[in-house]
């Protein structure tokens, strides 16, 4: 079955550009196009997609705030940030809204095609060390919680899994994790899913992101 994406961005000329590029793959079609994210709300209301290539800046509603409604809807399309290198602090709030990531507009056609594929099987497209290093920019960013409400999440957590979850946002593969805490790595993927489970999150950008919210994790990757 064929990846059903959709593209979102007020420029024609780029959409054009992706819209081959994909159109190329045997497993991935373009099912619908929008330019700016209130055309892309009322399309995704009657069209099933799989993956939204998202633009950030556009005209009457920007990216952040279009994948903030996407991701608040029932069973939702996985959304992926387009963005440039003078635009970080808008794919740090594209992770916040709930985006599974975020590539740069020039990334080449074959890392575009392997991202898209990622981000729907269920992976996050980040990398978690250019995650963390992102986070570690925009951290001030990051509302002040507190403490308690979040915190409170963590309780959830074994103690183990609080030390599975400090290692993946300081940007650590299931590899290494399993390497400093003397475990399998099926042993790390296995704890990784629970703490996905128990905190109702989607994949390692937002366990990275909750990290730095709750203070388990502070800007500089101090655990």
Same mark, same amino acid.
């Given at each position: 079955? !064929?990846?059903?994406? =959709?593209?979102?961005?007020?420029?024609?000329? *780029?959409?054009?550009?992706?819209? =081959?590029?994909?159109?190329?793959?045997?497993?991935?079609?373009?099912?619908?196009?929008?330019?700016?994210?209130?055309?892309? *709300?009322?399309?995704?209301?009657?069209?099933?997609?799989?993956?939204?290539? =998202?633009? @950030?800046?556009?005209?009457?509603?920007?990216?952040?705030?279009?994948?903030?409604?996407?991701?608040?809807? @029932?069973?939702?399309? %996985?959304?992926?940030?387009?963005?440039?290198?003078?635009?970080?602090?808008?794919?740090? !709030?594209?992770?916040? &809204?709930? &985006? !599974?990531?975020? =590539?740069?507009?020039?990334?080449?056609?074959?890392?575009? *095609?392997?991202?898209?594929?990622? @981000?729907?099987?269920g992976d996050a497209v980040v990398a978690p060390s250019?995650?963390?290093?992102?986070?570690?920019?925009?951290?001030?960013?990051?509302?002040?919680?507190?403490?308690?409400?979040?915190? %409170?999440?963590?309780?959830?957590?074994?103690?183990?899994?609080?030390e599975v979850m400090i290692l993946v946002a300081q940007?650590?593969?299931?590899?290494?994790? $399993?390497?400093?805490?003397?475990? !399998?790595? &099926?042993?790390?993927? #296995?704890?990784?899913?629970?703490?996905?489970?128990?905190?109702?999150?989607?994949?390692?950008?937002?366990?990275?992101?909750?990290?730095?919210? #709750?203070? *388990?994790?502070? &800007?500089?990757? $101090?655990?």
């Amino acid at each position: 079955m !064929s990846i059903r994406v =959709m593209l979102v961005d007020d420029q024609v000329l *780029l959409r054009t550009g992706f819209r =081959m590029v994909l159109a190329a793959q045997p497993d991935m079609e373009v099912v619908a196009e929008a330019g700016d994210g209130v055309e892309a *709300l009322e399309v995704l209301r009657a069209t099933k997609v799989d993956v939204v290539l =998202m633009d @950030v800046r556009m005209p009457k509603l920007d990216g952040v705030e279009a994948t903030r409604r996407i991701c608040q809807g @029932v069973n939702p399309p %996985k959304v992926l940030i387009l963005t440039t290198f003078d635009l970080d602090e808008y794919a740090f !709030s594209g992770l916040k &809204a709930g &985006a !599974s990531g975020f =590539m740069l507009k020039d990334v080449p056609p074959g890392e575009l *095609l392997t991202a898209i594929r990622s @981000v729907h099987s269920g992976d996050a497209v980040v990398a978690p060390s250019t995650t963390r290093r992102l986070l570690d920019r925009f951290a001030p960013m990051l509302p002040n919680t507190g403490g308690q409400p979040q915190h %409170k999440r963590l309780e959830r957590l074994t103690e183990r899994e609080r030390e599975v979850m400090i290692l993946v946002a300081q940007g650590l593969s299931n590899g290494e994790i $399993a390497a400093r805490l003397v475990l !399998s790595e &099926a042993t790390v993927k #296995t704890h990784v899913g629970r703490i996905l489970t128990k905190l109702d999150l989607r994949d390692r950008v937002q366990v990275v992101v909750l990290a730095y919210e #709750t203070g *388990l994790v502070r &800007a500089g990757g $101090a655990g």
